[in-house]
């Protein structure tokens, strides 16, 4: 079936660093979805990309679509503490319906 | 921006019992799903729901899962003879209509404890 695997699974930071962490599905993906989990809360949807190679701007975080659209990445540019959560991908498969195929997630600690 | 809720917040039950999981979905929203993420895990998906049918259901949701929409703003998910592994957050989601990739407003999730 479909698998969808993020590294890496850990990141420490320290406040004012960058993050990145990276998604890539073993099929292709209609779109891909970005949630933020925050300890003890629900997924919570931050982005969705469509086409192949693109590439959109929240604020301080930027998320790239492969051009195979097989892959993903979430950049954090000067992390701050509000930044701390778990980073989820998640796609639906491109010829399936709208169940969502989620990463396992990087779970983002920032030191202030 | 409109939310999904969900019933109760926390569940504890015994072995074997069966429980009710509740969600009321954004209101304009036609696609349901119910997702666990078992502790320090990934959310995985259970099932989806639509037009009064399950639309799609994945290798975990067996026979002691079903779901429901007794009314116009319920959705339920019984699981009828709770197991140890149960144990996890359930979360509910709902969107607008079944094109893939619309956004999935997620629930606040349920935590249940089978003990």
């Known amino acids: 079936g479909q698998q969808v695997m993020q590294i890496p699974q850990y990141q420490h930071v320290q406040e004012g660093e960058d993050f990145t962490t990276y998604c890539n599905s073993s099929?292709?993906?209609?779109?891909i979805q970005w949630y933020k989990q925050r300890p003890g809360g629900h997924p919570v949807f931050l982005i969705q990309?469509?086409?192949?190679?693109e590439v959109k701007k929240q604020k301080r975080l930027t998320f790239q679509f492969g051009e195979a659209k097989k892959n993903s990445s979430l950049h954090i540019t000067a992390t701050q503490t509000t930044d701390v959560g778990t980073y989820f991908c998640?796609?639906?498969?491109?010829?399936?319906?709208?169940?969502?195929?989620f990463g396992e997630g990087t779970q983002l600690t920032v030191n202030p | 921006e409109p939310e999904v809720t969900q019933t109760p917040s926390h569940q504890v039950t015994q072995m074997g019992q069966e429980v009710i999981l509740r969600c009321v979905p954004i209101?304009?929203?036609?696609?349901f799903y119910w997702y666990r993420q078992i502790l320090g895990q990934k959310v995985e998906f259970l099932v989806s729901?639509?037009?009064?049918?399950?639309?799609?259901k994945s290798e975990i949701f067996d026979d002691q899962f079903s779901v429901e929409r007794p009314d116009g703003s319920n959705f339920t998910l019984k699981i009828r003879s709770t197991k140890l592994e149960d144990s996890a957050m359930y979360f509910c989601?709902?969107?607008?209509?079944?094109?893939?990739?619309?956004?999935?407003?997620f629930g606040p999730g349920t935590r249940l404890t089978v003990t």
């Open positions: 989601a709902s969107s607008r209509d079944s094109r893939t990739g619309l956004r999935q407003y």
């Open positions: 099929t292709t993906l209609s779109n």
């Open positions: 990309l469509v086409k192949s190679g």
């Open positions: 998640a796609g639906p498969r491109e010829t399936s319906g709208s169940r969502l195929t």
């Open positions: 209101s304009n929203h036609l696609y």
């Open positions: 729901f639509y037009n009064n049918e399950i639309s799609e």
